[in-house]
C-alpha cells in the first residue's frame, strides 16, 4: 500500500509540474478594471484600474479583496465563503455572470479583467446589486413543502417520509441552487421583463413540484400559468450556461412546463409516513 | 434619535441557529412579529458551507443508542461538556432530522428509502446524517424555504448589529445599520436571539467565511455578558492549501487516509483504535507531530502539510457522496482527489466558546438568548466533534426561538430605550471609527493580528508564544489603525470591516488570555509547557468579561456533572 | 372569455405546427407548375374556384394570423409592464389579427367571385 | 412593490445573443424570424388582395413584387420560415421537456444536460434546412425556366 501512495504522489506531481508551464496563463500580475459608481451620493458611473498582483489559484474575488485593502478601501462589494457555496459575490466579468471566488484569473484570456455589477438587478453601489425583487420571485412560487403533515405533530411517533435514491435523483440537481442571480442576470426575458420569475424561481417551483413529499401540485402549476410566467421562458438556456452549480435552471422549466402540455404525468405518490410503519409490521410478521 | 423598527423578538443573525429559530418562534404564536437581522443576505450565512453531517441517533434498532451518543459528545469535550446539556442535545436531535425530512431536506437515501447516516470522527456508530456532502447548505436552504411559508417573519438583509440595548436588566433592542442606505437605527423589541456564529476570521488559515467575525460575541462582551471558554478553539485536521477551505471529515467517514511523506497511514500510530475517525483535537495534534518530526510534505507555497488519499474510494463513490470535494480540490487547490491525494493542514475551524448561555440558551441579561456557534452553554466543552454543531444549532434554535416568543408575548411592546445608550454606541462607531484619523491600514493590522493567531495559538501552544502573542495583539490595538477611508454612508463595506476589526481585536484578546490562564492541556487546548489534563485545577469553565481596554476580567464557572465522572481520554 | 396562458400557449404550439402543414401545401401547389405560371392571373382565380383550396387558404390565413400575432403579443408583453400597456397590447394583437383575417377573407371570397367554385 | 426597472438589461439583452450559446443565438433567431414572417404575412395578405381588383391591379402588383428586390426578399421569407418551422418543432419539444436529457447529480464541472448536442444540433440542423431551402428557392426564382 505505501508504495502505491508514494508512486501516485510522484506521478501526479510530475503530471503537475507539466501542466504548471503548459497551458495554464501563469501571470505575476493582472489589472482589474472595475465598475466604480454610488448613484445615490452622486457619483457617476466610470471605471477604475487596478493592478494588484496574482498567482497561479488567486480568484478573481482575492484579486479585487487585495485591491480594496491595500489599494482602494472604497470598492464596494459583496461576498462571503469564498467557496462558491453562499451566491454572495456574482458580477460580469469580463461580459459574463460569474462568481468572483469561483472564477480564477488564470482561466481568463488577456491581462485585464473587467468587472461589473450584475445586469437586471438594480443597482447599489459599485459591485454590488439590490436582490430584493429577485427574492421576492423566489418566494412567491411557494418555495416549500406542502403537506399536511409537514410539521410533525406527535413528537412520539417520529419517522420519515420514505424516499428512494431515484425520488431524490429527481429534484436534487435542483436543490443545488446557491441563489446567486447568475441565470436571472443573463435570461433574455428578464431583461425586459420584470414580473417574469426568471429561472431561478421557476426551477425552483419544480424542485418541489417533483418532490414526492409535496402534493400541492395543482396549487403550484397554477402560480407559474401566468402571462408572465412560465411561459415565457423561451429556452434561450443563458441560465443553464452561466449556473455556476450545475441546477441546470432551464431543464427544471421545460420539466415544468412538459406536465403543463401533458407531456409528463407527475406519477409521484405522496412518500405515506404510514409506508414505512406498515413495512416494519409486515417485517414484523 | 435615530429611527426606530419595532419587533416582538429580534433574531440576530441567520445562520442555521437563527433561521431554525425563527421558524420556531414564528410557529409557537401567529402573533408573534419576528425580525431575522443579518449582516449578509439572509440566506448567505455562513452555515452554508458546512459539508459532512448532522448528529443524531436514528437507528437504534440497528444499535446505535442515545447513550452512547451522549457519551461520545462528553468523552469528545474531554469531560468539559456540560453533561445535562449534552443529554439535551442528542435527545432532541431525532424530531430535528425528522421535521427537516418534512420540510423538504434533501437527505441523502439508503436504497431503501429511509435516511442514510455516515461514520465521523469519535463517535461509536454511522450517526452523522448526510446529505451529500453540503449538509449545511442543504439545511440552510430548508429552513429558509420554510421561512417562506410565515408572513410574521421578516428578514433585514444586510444589516450590521452594533450593540445591544439594555435597562434594568433587561433587553429592550439593538442599534444596526442598513448597509445599503448606511442609516443607523434602533431596533426594539423585548427579546432577543443572539446567533451570530463563530469568530474563525480570527485566525489567518481558517475554513470560515469572511463574514465570520465576532461581532456578535463582542456586542454580548461589552453589554458585560461573559465569554465562556474562548480558549478552546478547534483546529480541523484537513483544510486545503492554500485557501483553508474546508476538506469535510466525511472525506475520512468515507475511507480516506492520512499519509505522510513516507506513504503511511500515521494514524496508526497515533489512535489505532479509531485512526482517522479520532476526534478531530487528536488527529490535527497527530499531524503536527509529524510535521514536526519530519514526515511531512512542502506545499508549493512553502507551508507544511499532509497528504488526504482518497483515490481509492474509486470515482464512482467519490461522485455520489463527495461531489463538493471533488469541486473544492479541483477548484481552489487544482488537484482531482478521483486521481490523486491531496494537501492538506490543520485549519481553524470551530469555536467552541461563545457567550456563557445555561441549559435553555439563556444569557445573564433577562429577555436575551442565544443559540448556535455565538453561544457556549458547553455542549462541546474542550473540544467538539463534528457533525454536533450543526446539531446544536438546530436545538437550541428550536428552544430559544420558543422561549423568546413567550417571553415576547408576556411583555409585548414593554421596552424602553435608554437615549443615553443610543448616543453612546453612536459616538463609539461614528466619532471613534468612522471619522477616526490614523494612518496604519486596518487591513494589515487584520493580517499581523490573524498571523499572530495562526502562529503562536495554533494546535500546540505554550506560555512564551501566547506571551507574546499578547502583547502583539496589545501593540495593534494601540496603534493609530481607527479609521475609514471610504467616506460614503452607502454600502461602505470598509466601515463594516473596521468594526469587524475592533471586535476581532478584543476577542482574539480573550482567547490568549484565557488560553494563557489554563495551565493544562485539555481537548483542543494543547500546551506544550503543561501537557496533560489537570482535572483538580481546571475541570472548569472560563468565563471573560469586558473590563475597559486593559483586557477581561476572568473568573472560572463549574462544570455540570450528571452522568459519567472523568476519565483518561483514549482512542 | 379569459384563457389561461397554457391555453394560449398550446393554441400557439398547435397553430404553429398546423400551419407547417397547410403552407407546405401551399407552397407545393406554387411548384406543381413552374414558378412564374403559376402566378397568371387565370391560374391564380382559377385556385380560387377550388373548394378545398379555399378552405386551405382560409386556414392558412386563420392559422398563421393567430400565431403570428400571438407571438406579436408575447414580444411585446415582455417588454414593459404596466396594466395599461398589457391590455392595450392584447386588445391590440387580437384586433389587427381580426382586421387580416377578415382582409384576406375578403380577397379570398371577391375572387372567388361568389360563386364557391360551382361555375 | 413597484418593480425597479433600473439596471434591466432591456433589449439589449435580446439583441446580444453572441456572449452565450447556440440556444441563445436559436432564441434570438426565431424572434426575428418570426416578427419577419409576420412582417411578411400581412404584407402577403395585402399582396393577394389585388386580386379583387381584377387582372391589371394583380399585373400591376405583381410588377411590383416580382422584382430582384421582390425575389431576395421571398428568398429571406423562405429561409426564415424554414429556419422557424424547424427550430420550431424542435421548440415545441423541448417546452415540453423532451430530448432534454434526465435531471440527477451533476458532477463537476457541471455542464448542463439541456445544452446537450441533440438540442444544439437541432439548431445546426434548422440553420442547415433553411440554407438547403434558399439554394433551392434561389434556383426557382433566379434560375428562370
Ligand atoms: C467549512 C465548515 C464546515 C463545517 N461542517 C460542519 C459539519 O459538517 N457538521 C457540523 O455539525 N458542523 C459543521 N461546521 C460548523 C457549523 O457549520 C457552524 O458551527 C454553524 O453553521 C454555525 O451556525 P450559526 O447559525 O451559529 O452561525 P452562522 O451560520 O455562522 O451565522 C452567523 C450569522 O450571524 C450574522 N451576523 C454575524 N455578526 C453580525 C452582526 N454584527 N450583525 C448582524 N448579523 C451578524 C451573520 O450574517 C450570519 O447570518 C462547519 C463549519 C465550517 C467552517
Ligand atoms: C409561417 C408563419 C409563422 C409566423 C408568421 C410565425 C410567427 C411567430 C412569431 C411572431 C413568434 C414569436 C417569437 C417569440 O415568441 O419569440 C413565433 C414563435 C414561435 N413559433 Fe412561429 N410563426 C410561424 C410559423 C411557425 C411554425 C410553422 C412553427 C412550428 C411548427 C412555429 C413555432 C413557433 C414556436 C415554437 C415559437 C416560440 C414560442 C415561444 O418561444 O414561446 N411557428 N412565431
Ligand atoms: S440556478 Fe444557478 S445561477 Fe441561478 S441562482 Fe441558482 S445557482 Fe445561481
Ligand atoms: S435564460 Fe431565460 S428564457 Fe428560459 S431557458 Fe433560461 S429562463
Ligand atoms: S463568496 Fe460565497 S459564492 Fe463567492
Known amino acids: 500500500m505505501t508504495e502505491q501512495v508514494i508512486e501516485k504522489i510522484e506521478s501526479m506531481e510530475k503530471k503537475r509540474e507539466k501542466e504548471k508551464h503548459g497551458k495554464e496563463t501563469i501571470r505575476s500580475s493582472v489589472v482589474l478594471k472595475i465598475y466604480r459608481a454610488n448613484k445615490r451620493a452622486g457619483e457617476q458611473p466610470h471605471y477604475d484600474s487596478v493592478e494588484v498582483p496574482v498567482q497561479r489559484w488567486t480568484t478573481v474575488l482575492d484579486a479585487l479583496l487585495h485591491a480594496k485593502q491595500y489599494k482602494d478601501p472604497s470598492i464596494g462589494i459583496r461576498y462571503s465563503c469564498r467557496m462558491a457555496s453562499c451566491g454572495s459575490c456574482g458580477m460580469k466579468i469580463n461580459g459574463i455572470p460569474r462568481l468572483a471566488c469561483y472564477t480564477k484569473v488564470s482561466e481568463l484570456e488577456g491581462s485585464t479583467v473587467t468587472v461589473e455589477p450584475l445586469a437586471n438587478f438594480p443597482h447599489i453601489r459599485d459591485l454590488v446589486t439590490d436582490f430584493a425583487q429577485f427574492f421576492s420571485h423566489h418566494h412567491d412560487v411557494k418555495p416549500f413543502v406542502q403537506n399536511e403533515n409537514a410539521d410533525i405533530k406527535d413528537k412520539n411517533k417520529l419517522s420519515e417520509f420514505m424516499q428512494s435514491p431515484e425520488d431524490l435523483d429527481k429534484f436534487l440537481q435542483f436543490s443545488y441552487c446557491i441563489k446567486c442571480g447568475l441565470c436571472y442576470s443573463a435570461c433574455p426575458t428578464v431583461a425586459t421583463d420584470t414580473k417574469?420569475?426568471?429561472?431561478?424561481?421557476?426551477?425552483?417551483?419544480?424542485?418541489?413540484?417533483?418532490d414526492n413529499r409535496d402534493n400541492a401540485t395543482k396549487d403550484r402549476i397554477n402560480i407559474v400559468d401566468d402571462k408572465h410566467g412560465i411561459w415565457r421562458c423561451h429556452f434561450a438556456g443563458s441560465c443553464s450556461s452561466v449556473c455556476p452549480k450545475g441546477v441546470d435552471p432551464a431543464l427544471g422549466i421545460q420539466l415544468l412546463r412538459g406536465h403543463m402540455l401533458g407531456f409528463s404525468k407527475n406519477e409521484k405518490k405522496i412518500a405515506d409516513l404510514q409506508d414505512r410503519l406498515r413495512k416494519d409490521e409486515e417485517a414484523k410478521q | 434619535m435615530a429611527d426606530t423598527i419595532s419587533h416582538d423578538v429580534l433574531i440576530i443573525g441567520s445562520g442555521l441557529a437563527g433561521l431554525r429559530a425563527a421558524i420556531s418562534a414564528a410557529s409557537t404564536d401567529k402573533n408573534v412579529d419576528i425580525a431575522v437581522i443579518s449582516k449578509v443576505q439572509v440566506m448567505r450565512s455562513h452555515s452554508v458551507s458546512a459539508e459532512g453531517g448532522t448528529a443524531a441517533v436514528l437507528y437504534e434498532e440497528e444499535g446505535d443508542n442515545q447513550e452512547s451518543h451522549i457519551y461520545d459528545t462528553v468523552k469528545g469535550s474531554d469531560f468539559l461538556a456540560d453533561q445535562d446539556v449534552a443529554e439535551l442535545l442528542v435527545k432532541n436531535m431525532p424530531y430535528e432530522i425528522y421535521q427537516l425530512d418534512h420540510w423538504g431536506m434533501p437527505w441523502s437515501r439508503r436504497k431503501d428509502g429511509r435516511i442514510a447516516q455516515r461514520k465521523f470522527g469519535g463517535y461509536s456508530f454511522p450517526r452523522a446524517t448526510f446529505a451529500q456532502d453540503k449538509v449545511g447548505f442543504y439545511e440552510m436552504q430548508t429552513l429558509?424555504?420554510?421561512?417562506?411559508?410565515?408572513?410574521?417573519i421578516h428578514f433585514y438583509n444586510e444589516w450590521f448589529c452594533t450593540s445591544i440595548l439594555q435597562d434594568g436588566g433587561r433587553f429592550q433592542g439593538i442599534t444596526a445599520i442598513e448597509l445599503k442606505t448606511g442609516n443607523f437605527t434602533i431596533f426594539r423589541a423585548p427579546a432577543g436571539i443572539i446567533?451570530?456564529?463563530?469568530?474563525?476570521?480570527?485566525?489567518?488559515?481558517?475554513?470560515?467565511?469572511?463574514?465570520?467575525?465576532?461581532?456578535?460575541?463582542d456586542m454580548a462582551f461589552r453589554a458585560g455578558l461573559a465569554l465562556k471558554d474562548m480558549e478552546f478553539v478547534q483546529f480541523h485536521p484537513t483544510g486545503v492549501l492554500p485557501s483553508g477551505i474546508l476538506i469535510t471529515e466525511g472525506a475520512r467517514g468515507e475511507g480516506g487516509y492520512l499519509v505522510n511523506n513516507k506513504g503511511e497511514r500515521f494514524m496508526q500510530k497515533y489512535a489505532p483504535g479509531k485512526l482517522e475517525l479520532a476526534p478531530r483535537d487528536v488527529v490535527s495534534r497527530s499531524m503536527i507531530k509529524e510535521i514536526q518530526e519530519g514526515r511531512g510534505f512542502k506545499h508549493e507555497t512553502g507551508v507544511d502539510c499532509l497528504k488526504l488519499d482518497l483515490t481509492h474510494l474509486g470515482a464512482e463513490r467519490i461522485k455520489e457522496v463527495l461531489a463538493g470535494i471533488r469541486e473544492i480540490g479541483i477548484k481552489f487547490s487544482g488537484v482531482d482527489i478521483i486521481d490523486e491525494p491531496i494537501e492538506v493542514r490543520p485549519v481553524c475551524h470551530y469555536m467552541m466558546g461563545g457567550i456563557h448561555a445555561n441549559i435553555d440558551g439563556a444569557t445573564e441579561l433577562a429577555g436575551l438568548w442565544t443559540a448556535g456557534e455565538a453561544a457556549c452553554n458547553s455542549t462541546h466543552g474542550a473540544n467538539r466533534l463534528g457533525a454536533n454543531s450543526t446539531s446544536e444549532c438546530i436545538v437550541w434554535g428550536r428552544i430559544t426561538g420558543e422561549l423568546a416568543a413567550k417571553h415576547a408575548l408576556a411583555h409585548k411592546g414593554q421596552t424602553s430605550i435608554q437615549e443615553q445608550q443610543v448616543l453612546q454606541e453612536e459616538k463609539r462607531i461614528y466619532d471613534g471609527l468612522f471619522r477616526g484619523r490614523g494612518d496604519v491600514n486596518p487591513y494589515e493590522v487584520r493580517k499581523q493580528m490573524t498571523d499572530t493567531m495562526d502562529d503562536k495559538a495554533y494546535v500546540f501552544r505554550n506560555e512564551q508564544g501566547l506571551t507574546e502573542a499578547l502583547k502583539k495583539i496589545r501593540e495593534l490595538k494601540a496603534s493609530m489603525w481607527k479609521h475609514v477611508d471610504d467616506k460614503a454612508k452607502e454600502y461602505n463595506t470598509n466601515f463594516v470591516n473596521v468594526m469587524e476589526i475592533d471586535s476581532m481585536l478584543r476577542t482574539a484578546e480573550v482567547v490568549l488570555v484565557g488560553a494563557l490562564n489554563r495551565r493544562e492541556s485539555r481537548g483542543a487546548h494543547s500546551r506544550t509547557?503543561?501537557?496533560?489534563?489537570?482535572?483538580?485545577?481546571?475541570?472548569?469553565?472560563?468565563?471573560?468579561?469586558?473590563?475597559?481596554d486593559g483586557g477581561p476580567k476572568m473568573a472560572w464557572h463549574p462544570v455540570t456533572f450528571t452522568r459519567y465522572a472523568p476519565v483518561e481520554r483514549k482512542y | 372569455m379569459m384563457l389561461r396562458e397554457s391555453q394560449i400557449m398550446k393554441i400557439h404550439y398547435i397553430t404553429g405546427i398546423a400551419a407547417l402543414f397547410v403552407v407546405a401545401v401551399h407552397i407545393m401547389m406554387r411548384l406543381i407548375m413552374p414558378y412564374s405560371l403559376s402566378l397568371e392571373y387565370e391560374n391564380v382565380i382559377a385556385n380560387y374556384h377550388n373548394v378545398p383550396y379555399l378552405v386551405l387558404l382560409e386556414s392558412i390565413l386563420v392559422l398563421i394570423a393567430i400565431h403570428g400575432f400571438n407571438g406579436l403579443r408575447i414580444i411585446l408583453l415582455e417588454l414593459r409592464q404596466s396594466k395599461a400597456w398589457e391590455d392595450g397590447i392584447t386588445i391590440l394583437t387580437i384586433a389587427a389579427m381580426m382586421a387580416v383575417v377578415a382582409y384576406g377573407t375578403r380577397t379570398i371570397i371577391i375572387a372567388n367571385g361568389f360563386g364557391l367554385g360551382f361555375e | 412593490m413597484e418593480a425597479d426597472r433600473s439596471n434591466r438589461e432591456g433589449l439589449m439583452g435580446w439583441l446580444n445573443p453572441g456572449r452565450y450559446g447556440w440556444e441563445r443565438v436559436s432564441y434570438w433567431l426565431q424572434r426575428l424570424t418570426g416578427v419577419g414572417l409576420l412582417a411578411y404575412f400581412i404584407g402577403h395578405v395585402f399582396e393577394t388582395s389585388s386580386l379583387t381588383q381584377g387582372p391589371d391591379a394583380w399585373a400591376a402588383m405583381l410588377e411590383l413584387t416580382q422584382t430582384p428586390l421582390g425575389h431576395t426578399i421571398l428568398l429571406l421569407v423562405i429561409g426564415m420560415s424554414t429556419y422557424h418551422s424547424a427550430n420550431g418543432i424542435r421548440l415545441i419539444f423541448a417546452h415540453g421537456g423532451k430530448g432534454l436529457g434526465k435531471p440527477g447529480r451533476p458532477d463537476y464541472p457541471y455542464d448542463a444536460v439541456s445544452l446537450n448536442y441533440r438540442q444544439k444540433s437541432g439548431i445546426?440542423?434548422?440553420?442547415?434546412?433553411?440554407?438547403?431551402?434558399?439554394?433551392?428557392?434561389a434556383s426557382v426564382l433566379f434560375g428562370g425556366e
Open chain 4, 124 to 137: 445546426w440542423i434548422a440553420l442547415i434546412l433553411a440554407a438547403v431551402a434558399m439554394l433551392y428557392g
Open chain 2, 529 to 548: 509547557d503543561y501537557p496533560v489534563r489537570d482535572d483538580t485545577h481546571f475541570l472548569n469553565h472560563t468565563l471573560a468579561y469586558f473590563a475597559g
Open chain 1, 196 to 210: 417574469f420569475p426568471g429561472p431561478q424561481a421557476l426551477s425552483q417551483a419544480y424542485r418541489y413540484f417533483i
Open chain 2, 195 to 217: 446567533c451570530t456564529g463563530g469568530a474563525g476570521r480570527i485566525f489567518s488559515f481558517s475554513t470560515y467565511a469572511f463574514s465570520s467575525t465576532p461581532d456578535g460575541l
Open chain 2, 144 to 152: 429558509y424555504d420554510t421561512c417562506q411559508k410565515y408572513d410574521n
